[in-house]
């Protein structure tokens, strides 16, 4: 008695793959998902808080005063990582840029 071996199908979806997906989408479809207004209502919320109100609903109209400190004699700017650092972590200079030590190394 001589067996054929038989064709198999690497494409076709498994049966306990194809029942896998079959029960993953039908939990998805039962899931509670929330309601139209209920998320009307939150990005109305999120609008509020983008125009200037925090969530308490205060309106925050202050101006921040920041002091600039120029970059003393001493310090230069790393042109890799864009930190102002002491002259004493200058690692090296290539073509006009200064790389400190951290960027160098």
């Known amino acids: 008695m001589r067996i054929t071996p038989v064709a198999t199908d690497y494409d076709e979806v498994r049966s306990d793959v194809k029942e896998s997906q079959d029960r993953s989408l039908e939990a998805l479809q039962s899931a509670n998902a929330p309601d139209a207004r209920s998320v009307v209502s939150e990005l109305d919320q999120a609008d509020a808080l983008d ?23 001493d310090e230069f700017t790393c042109f890799s990582c864009f930190l102002v650092r002491h002259r004493s972590q200058l690692a090296k200079e290539k073509d006009g840029h200064k790389y400190c030590i951290e960027c160098e190394g």
């Open 51 to 73: 125009e200037g109100m925090t969530p308490g609903g205060e309106i925050v109209n202050e101006e921040l005063i920041v002091q600039v400190i120029p970059q003393a004699a």
